[in-house]
Nanobody
Framework: QVQLVESGGGLVQTGGSLRLSCAASGSIFRVNIMGWYRQGPGKQRELVAFITSGGYTKYADSVKGRFTISRDSAKSTVYLQMNSLKPEDTAVYYC????????????WGQGTQVTVSS
């Protein structure tokens, strides 16, 4: 069993910054891709960014240049540094991880609320 625990959400003004963290724990053999998704009010869940075990990253066009994803593989933790936040970034942010434990499975965190006020 693997758990993903997120932290770092909150309320911030336009132009501000937040840093999200997501730690994977449990019976883990290897953590492969880790990523962040978000779901805004009345919207579908969308990919924000992901990072592979080799460090390859990909971002949604809407966050390029403002958000940075990184990971600490030793801690099975992924981070999302969010700068220059906009009201349209308001959403519940979910961590996602592809884990070998030892069988490959995909896991979701419980979500953390990010609210950007105008």
């Amino acid at each position: 069993q693997v758990q993903l625990v997120e932290s770092g959400g909150g309320l911030v003004q336009t132009g501000g910054s937040l840093r999200l963290s997501c730690a994977a724990s449990g019976s883990i053999f290897r953590v492969n891709i880790m990523g962040w998704y978000r779901q805004g009010p009345g919207k579908q869940r969308e990919l924000v960014a992901f990072i592979t075990s080799g460090g390859y990253t990909k971002y949604a066009d809407s966050v390029k240049g403002r958000f940075t994803i990184s990971r600490d593989s030793a801690k099975s933790t992924v981070y999302l540094q969010m700068n220059s936040l906009k009201p349209e970034d308001t959403a519940v942010y979910y961590c996602n991880a592809d884990v070998d434990s030892p069988h490959n499975m995909n896991y979701w965190g419980q979500g953390t609320q990010v609210t950007v006020s105008s």
